[in-house]
Nanobody
Framework: VQLVESGGGLVQPGEPLRLSCTAS????????MSWYRQAPGKERDLVAT????????NYADSVKGRFTISRDNVKNVVYLQMKNLEPEDTAVYYC?????????WGQGTQVTVSS
């Protein structure tokens, strides 16, 4: 089982960025997929969740209207489109998969928002 995040980097405030998480080794289309983030010295927080068929999508209040989660069940990829990034969005972003008691984490990708 693998969850591999990509797309992180250094951007200036107000710029967009898209993260991708490519899954393998499990039935991706049956899993809820989420993005979490963890800033230095802080707890890991839930950013967004999408249900297996994308019928249910939820966001943390801090990213509503700026971030969009989506998935491609053919390519086994979940995306996080981020716009109007703020310095407070700086964190390591993790991909997360869950189906009942079956849980997987990616290794994380760094997003730094700084001028």
């Amino acid at each position: 089982v693998q969850l591999v995040e990509s797309g992180g980097g250094l951007v200036q405030p107000g710029e967009p960025l898209r993260l991708s998480c490519t899954a393998s080794g499990f039935t991706f289309s049956s899993y809820y997929m989420s993005w979490y983030r963890q800033a230095p010295g802080k707890e890991r927080d839930l950013v967004a969740t999408i249900s297996p068929a994308a019928g249910i999508i939820n966001y943390a209040d801090s990213v509503k209207g700026r971030f969009t989660i989506s998935r491609d069940n053919v390519k086994n990829v979940v995306y996080l489109q981020m716009k109007n990034l703020e310095p407070e969005d700086t964190a390591v972003y993790y991909c997360y998969a869950r189906r009942y008691e079956s849980i997987y984490w990616g290794q994380g990708t760094q997003v730094t928002v700084s001028s």
